[in-house]
């Protein structure tokens, strides 16, 4: 369908990844937690693409993490068995779809309630599935987790709930890759592994095995990753990799795999141009801009809906006119695919594969 299809056949604005480097970042994950002896449960909220998902799977993933249900159910339905929601499910029509997807594959979900516990339990037991726990650790992001001290209370209520089993438990670190110190990040990696490592000893003392110790997003995996008793790592941008990555060195510009290909639509003055690709296109949820690869003196300053206002500088001034194309790495990857339907792999110049982005909008 696409076999003669150029990237300048591509209409704008429009996701394009490099299938080379995409399939260099798969690999080396993949190699990085079979190195170091742990489980690799990708998080494939970034992509959100099932295709890509089994190219993780075949690399050598031990199953997948999402974010939301229906992100579970895009999933399934491409034959992904083995998945984490790592966030909560809670509410009644949740439970209802959970109990569903349950009956298909094998389900964990996490848990930072007592009552949620009792919830998922019902709901399993009355439906004849059982559904696997990971107790959700507040290792200092402060956004969900119990507290670790009382993570073994929690793991001890699901080992006395019919319908439900414990799995074991995980400590989302992403806090800890915020800062652009290096020193800083490491500190706060620390501080979160032996938080939840500090869970797990609690549960053990308390006659409860832990099981896996699940951790690690894709600016701090490669630090929290190498610690004893982490078990499982859960990892999602690496796919692509974006300029938050890069400047947490946790990338490169040549490891970024997915860019936003735009054109100019406007160039009214020298030093001033604009792309018709915004806020609509890039997302902007951290507020930093995408940045331009492939030409120097070209910086996005302003997003509208459908406009990227641009400044130029130096040769850009000259070089860029009507009707080029420039690329963009976005700053955050993961909401910037969302914007999008499909995505387009290149190999050189030419569009090899065509990906359905079917997990887009899965926001319940």
Request: charged share 25%; net charge negative.
């Amino acid at each position: 369908m696409f076999s003669s299809m150029r990237r300048g056949d591509i209409d704008t604005p429009a996701l394009i990844v490099d299938v080379k480097v995409l399939k260099r970042n798969i690999t080396e994950m993949a190699d990085f937690a079979r190195s170091l002896g742990k489980k690799l449960r990708p998080h494939v909220k970034t992509h959100k693409t099932p295709e890509i998902a089994w190219m993780q799977m075949e690399a050598g993933a031990d199953g997948i993490c999402v974010q939301k249900l229906g992100e579970a159910e895009v999933m399934a339905e491409a034959g992904l068995d083995d998945i984490l929601v790592s966030n909560g499910v809670v509410g009644v029509q949740k439970m209802h779809r959970l109990v569903k997807l349950a009956e298909k594959v094998k389900l964990s979900v996490a848990v930072d309630d007592v009552e949620n516990v009792s919830e998922l339990g019902r709901f399993c037991r009355e439906n004849g599935v059982e559904v696997g726990v990971y107790v959700d650790v507040d290792c200092g992001m402060h956004r969900t987790g119990v507290p670790p001290e009382k993570a073994w209370l929690l793991a001890e209520k699901v080992t006395r709930t019919e319908g439900v089993y414990l799995v074991g438990l995980m400590g989302y670190e992403g806090h800890a890759g915020s800062p652009t110190s290096r020193e800083e990040r490491h500190k706060l990696i620390e501080e979160a592994v032996k938080a939840t490592l500090h869970a797990a000893k609690l549960m053990k003392n308390n006659g409860i095995e832990p099981g896996e110790v699940s951790m690690g997003s894709s600016a701090t995996v490669r630090v929290s990753g190498r610690y004893e008793g982490v078990t499982e790592l859960q990892p999602g941008m690496y796919v692509f990799n974006d300029w938050y990555l890069v400047e947490r060195e946790a990338a490169t510009q040549e490891t970024c795999a997915l860019h936003v290909l735009t054109t100019v639509m406007s160039k009214t003055s020298p030093e001033r141009c604009v792309v018709d690709a915004g806020s609509k296109a890039f997302h902007l949820d951290m507020g930093r801009y995408p940045v331009c690869v492939g030409v120097e003196g070209v910086e996005i300053y302003k997003l509208s809906e459908e406009h990227g206002w641009v400044k130029l500088s130096g040769k850009a001034v000259d070089k860029v006119k009507l009707g080029d194309r420039l690329e963009f790495i976005p700053y955050h990857v993961c909401p910037c695919v969302n914007q999008f339907d499909i995505m387009y792999g290149l190999e050189g110049d030419s569009v090899t594969k065509i990906w359905e982005i079917k997990a887009r909008g899965k926001v319940t």
